[in-house]
Nanobody
Framework: QVQLVESGGGLVQPGGSLRLACAASGRTFSSLAMGWFRQAPGKEREFVVAISPSGGSTYVADSVKGRFTISRDNAKSTVYLQMNSLKPEDTAVYYC???????????????WGQGTQVTVSS
């Protein structure tokens, strides 16, 4: 089993920045691909970013390309999502996910955090 806990969500103005963190426990972190997904009320969960177990490869959704960056610190068993130039349409619950498959699809991830709310509003 893998337990994931997200933190760092909150309220930010358009154009602002926020950094989310996801702390993992229960399994060797460096063996897992990690991803971030988001879901707004009434909307389907969508892929945001993902990173390979070694950190050598990333996937980035077109909607956040150039604004969001995923990184990982395997020594700390933590993955981060740096969000810059935030837009109101980025408002959603952000979920951290872990699994053996480096993927942009929810099916590639076996473990999910509880989510953290990000609200972008003036």
């Amino acid at each position: 089993q893998v337990q994931l806990v997200e933190s760092g969500g909150g309220l930010v103005q358009p154009g602002g920045s926020l950094r989310l963190a996801c702390a993992a426990s229960g399994r060797t972190f460096s063996s897992l691909a990690m991803g971030w997904f988001r879901q707004a009320p009434g909307k389907e969960r969508e892929f945001v970013v993902a990173i390979s177990p070694s950190g050598g490869s990333t996937y980035v959704a077109d909607s956040v390309k150039g604004r969001f960056t995923i990184s990982r610190d395997n020594a700390k068993s933590t993955v981060y999502l740096q969000m810059n130039s935030l837009k109101p349409e980025d408002t959603a619950v952000y979920y951290c996910a872990a699994g053996p498959i480096f993927s942009t699809r929810t099916a590639g991830y076996n473990y999910w955090g509880q989510g953290t709310q990000v609200t972008v509003s003036s």
